[in-house]
């Protein structure tokens, strides 16, 4: 049978120390990781929405800025009239200097009241006016006339076709206009552009408003430049990225966000066109259908976590090898005392005890009080030990005789050859980890209940026991076989007779299980108003009410006196059991049974709570 290999206490408690500071460090790192990870998401994630909430704000108010100018011109009617009249004279005019004159002073006109419209610091970059026929009023940046090809322009059929409304492009290069910031080298423009029209709601010409780039989106370029890691991208109702204006995304993220169905004001992980995880958050300006969307790379918001991780698991390795060498030198010198100890202890052999020539015992020198006062205990115990060695050997006979008896009553023959039989059978069969297990619960049952040292023992040790001996009767009956032990936690270290539930244990296997599996045995203990109570139930329901009858009056017809020699500790049967609690707690014991038939048989026993001290005064009648 194999045995497991024993641990020097020097190694056991490195081994603990060390183990204990590991997991404790491993523990604090899982949770500070996992709260720090996700604090920073959730940080990240509110930074991208406030990104998007101020990007969509600030292009808002120069998109409004914008559409307020094209509306201020298309419904005066000031403004209409002298384009009507410009244009009139300017086809008339030919080379009439008259008609030119008036043409130009109308324009004149026309300038003055949009230039008052867009104000001293230019809120548009240029404003111009179309007619149908082809003629185009400047009237922003410079104040000029001039014969275009309307339809040519690509924003012509979609405005004709709004009637009225706004519409706005694409980022347009022009290099005839002045750009600012970050915009100087691109030179790209947005025009928002309407047709303005007559009392029969027919087309008469368009009005231009044209920004630069950088106007509109130059807080989104801001923030842009602060965030390296970040992007933000700007898609306009046609899903055609507007911002970055000077370059374009390998992948359209509104095309994306409208495939998915992605929720507007929170963050989204998506993985990318290059294979990357990213976070994303988009809002949407209603009053024009863009997108303003901020993207940033899943590993640039791990990143300080990362770090954060290799730092803590440098530390942690130091930290372990260090305590690992604390734990070493501290364990060594804790247990340099207890290997004195064991040293000294094995010099008490049974040799040495009957010799008549003293051997002192090697002394520990140890500074912990518990120590010392362990190795005192122990040589007093020697001492004592070779003072009343004769009246030892003389008792030596009757108590050996005595524990024959016990063993004899205790050990059942049956439950031996079966168990010695499993054992055999299961070794034909190669089961060596259950005959080790099977055996290592035999051996402890028997040194149990082999033992005489204590006649008491609390309930935890008892039940403890008594699960031994199941879990060898398990190997006979295997799924057949099925028991509870509930020991309530009030009720562990309340102290009891020894082996008192074993009779009540092996009479369900002689009675209660005569019939077919599978079989349930419930062990139950609690405490109720000072007194312990164990309950034994059983499924056979065997005992009838008659045979409960007779069971309960032969037993308080029993004659304490007469019967108390032939009582051993281990004495089996319900006989045994009941005179022992008798004699323990007298009229304030507890024995009962109840039975429903062909349901369950309930034993109960149980007496008032005792102190050690008290059975002690009472141990002398057991």
């Known amino acids: 049978m194999h045995r497991p290999q024993k641990l020097s206490q020097r190694i056991y408690l490195f081994l603990i120390y060390g183990l204990l500071i590991f997991i404790l460090l491993i523990c604090f790192f899982i949770f500070t990781y996992y709260d720090y990870q996700k604090n920073m998401i959730s940080e990240d994630s509110k930074n991208s929405i406030n990104m998007c909430s101020s990007v969509r704000e600030a292009v808002t108010t120069q998109l409004d800025q914008m559409s307020t100018i094209s509306v201020n011109i298309v419904y005066s009617n000031a403004i209409k009239s002298n384009f009507n009249e410009f244009s009139t004279y300017y086809q008339k005019s030919g080379n009439t200097p008259n008609l030119l004159i008036a043409s130009r002073e109308k324009a004149l006109a026309i300038h003055d009241i949009v230039t008052a419209m867009i104000g001293a610091f230019q809120s548009a970059s240029d404003v111009k006016m179309y007619t149908l026929d082809g003629y185009e009023i400047e009237l922003g940046y410079r104040m000029s006339i001039n014969n275009v090809d309307v339809k040519s322009f690509s924003w012509y059929e979609d405005t004709l076709a709004l009637k009225g409304h706004k519409y706005l492009t694409a980022p347009v290069y022009d290099n005839s206009l002045p750009a600012t910031g970050y915009n100087e080298k691109s030179k790209k423009f947005i025009s928002l552009t309407r047709s303005y029209l007559d009392a029969n709601n027919e087309p008469e010409g368009f009005v231009e408003i044209i920004q630069d780039c950088n106007t509109i989106f130059s807080l989104a370029s801001q923030l842009q430049e602060e965030n ?106 804790l247990t340099k005392p207890l290997r004195n100890l064991t040293a000294a202890t094995e010099k008490i052999t049974i040799n040495r005890v009957l010799d008549e020539k003293k051997i002192n015992l090697t002394t520990v020198d140890s500074n912990i009080k518990e120590l010392s006062i362990l190795c005192n205990a122990i040589r007093d115990m020697y001492e004592k030990l070779r003072t009343t060695t004769q009246d030892a050997l003389l008792a030596k006979n009757e108590e050996d005789r005595a524990h024959l008896q016990a063993m004899q009553s205790l050990i059942n023959p049956h439950f031996l050859y079966n168990s010695l039989t499993n054992i055999s059978i299961m070794a034909e069969e190669g089961m060596n980890e259950d005959i080790a297990d099977m055996c290592s619960a035999l051996c402890d049952y028997m040194r149990y209940i082999s033992s005489t040292l204590d006649m008491i023992v609390d309930i935890r040790t008892e039940a403890f026991y008594t699960e031994k001996y199941l879990d060898c009767m398990k190997y006979r009956f295997a799924d057949d076989l099925i028991f509870h032990i509930n020991i309530e936690a009030e009720s562990e270290h309340v102290l009891i007779p020894k082996l008192i539930i074993q009779p009540f244990v092996e009479n369900a296997f002689k009675y209660a299980f005569a019939s077919s599996g599978p079989w349930i045995l419930f062990l139950h203990s609690y405490i109720k108003e000072g007194f312990w109570y164990i309950e034994i139930k059983d499924n056979g329901g065997t005992l009838s009410d008659e045979n409960r009858e007779h069971i309960l009056s032969s037993l308080k017809s029993m004659d304490a006196r007469k019967d108390l020699k032939s009582l051993q500790i281990g004495g089996l049967g319900m006989k045994s059991t009941y005179m022992r609690l008798k004699l323990l707690y007298g009229e304030k014991m507890v024995f009962d049974i109840s039975s429903r038939k062909y349901i369950e048989t309930v034993f109960t026993i149980g007496g008032p709570i005792l102190s050690k001290e008290e059975y002690d005064e009472k141990i002398t009648d057991l």
């Open 228 to 333: 390296k890691g970040s992007r933000i991208l700007i898609y306009n109702s046609r899903d055609e990225q507007v911002f970055p204006y000077d370059s374009t995304a390998k992948e359209n993220y509104a095309s994306l966000i409208q495939k998915q169905n992605l929720e507007e004001h929170a963050n989204h992980t998506i993985t990318g066109a290059d294979g990357k995880e990213y976070s994303i958050t988009y809002q949407t300006i209603s009053d024009y259908g863009w997108n303003v969307v901020h993207l940033k790379p899943y590993s640039e918001i791990i990143a300080p976590i990362v770090a954060y991780r290799n730092r803590f698991l440098l530390i942690a390795a130091s930290a372990v090898c260090l305590t690992l060498i604390i734990c070493y030198v501290i364990s060594k010198q």
